[in-house]
């Protein structure tokens, strides 16, 4: 079983930054992805950006350069750098760990992220 611990959500006012960690222990599978989606009210989940165990990054197109996506395979960590952050970035952001093949795949609780005007 793996577990996976978010933190670094909080309120910010439009333009600023924050950054979220998220921490995997357990039963760990060298190759695999991890990354962050969010969900916000009324819509689906969606991807923000995933990292692959050998460094492959891949954002979604409405980051733009604002958030970066990193991991740290030794201490089974992704983090998001948010930059210059918009009100519609408001949302829960939930960390996930998976596997290619579908094998395995977790999610975390969620941490929830609200940019004010």
């Known amino acids: 079983q793996v577990q996976l611990v978010e933190s670094g959500g909080g309120l910010v006012q439009a333009g600023g930054s924050l950054r979220l960690s998220c921490a995997a222990s357990?039963?760990?599978?060298?190759?695999?992805?991890m990354g962050w989606y969010r969900q916000a009210p009324g819509n689906k989940r969606e991807l923000v950006a995933v990292v692959s165990s050998g460094g492959i990054i891949e954002h979604a197109d409405f980051v733009m350069g604002r958030f970066t996506a990193s991991r740290d395979n030794a201490k089974n960590t992704v983090s998001l750098q948010m930059n210059s952050l918009k009100p519609e970035d408001t949302a829960t952001y939930y960390c996930r760990l998976h596997s290619s093949t579908g094998a395995y795949d977790y999610w975390g609780q969620g941490t929830q992220v609200t940019v004010s005007s």
């Open positions: 357990g039963s760990i599978f060298y190759t695999n992805h």
